[in-house]
């Protein structure tokens, strides 16, 4: 049995949490950390907890599709909506995936060893956009490659380096990030790795660069 001494102890610390931790009921409509949505015209789709959900445009029926140990990120709809690529971080790597937006089995479509980011699906959506360091000579930066939905061997298309991109909705320009983003190690970051978008016409490979306000600015998540 415990002594009076100790039952004084508990006691006193069961006081202290009391009053230093006041009970707050769950407020179930405020879940966070939601994070990488992407939109269809019908759902969306976010990561939460490293895995891949979706829901209704209205916040309803929402689904888990993955259950994986492994990291699910940048999820990118189909233009008919009715398929989300995606990087899944399953068998110790990070490779590009497809899965049916009602639910079902991930697809794997990419093998090799780096690391392999979806940037989002061509226009016509036979093919999944993803950067990769698969082909470079150093680790200091990416290079844009597709792959078809079907399988098959990825593409690598005729940009030198590139972070992030988006296809214009014809298909005929990518907008891109030529480098990775400084401003998250350096806050306030201008030098000359600054995020900044650049446009290239796919039949010609020729540039065009955003302009930006004289001292220069970050911008990344060209869409």
Known sequence: MRSHHQKRIILSVLGFLTVALPLKAVDVQDTKFLTQPAISRTRIAFVYANDLWVADLDGRNVRRLTTDLGIESVPSFSPDGAAIAFSGQYDGNTDVYIIPAAGGVPKRLTWHPSLDIVQGFAPDGKAILFASQRQTSSNRYLQLFTV????????????????????????????????????????????????????????????????????????????
């Open 148 to 223: 078809p939905v079907e399988g098959g061997f990825p593409e690598m298309l005729k940009i030198p380096q590139a972070y992030r991109a988006a296809f214009s909705p014809d298909g005929t320009k990518i907008a891109y990030n030529p480098n990775a983003d400084a401003f998250l190690q350096w806050k306030g970051y201008r030098g000359g790795l600054n995020s900044v978008v650049w446009i290239v016409k796919m039949d010609d490979l020729s540039l065009e660069k955003i302009p930006q306000p004289e001292g220069r600015s970050n911008d990344p998540n060209p869409m």
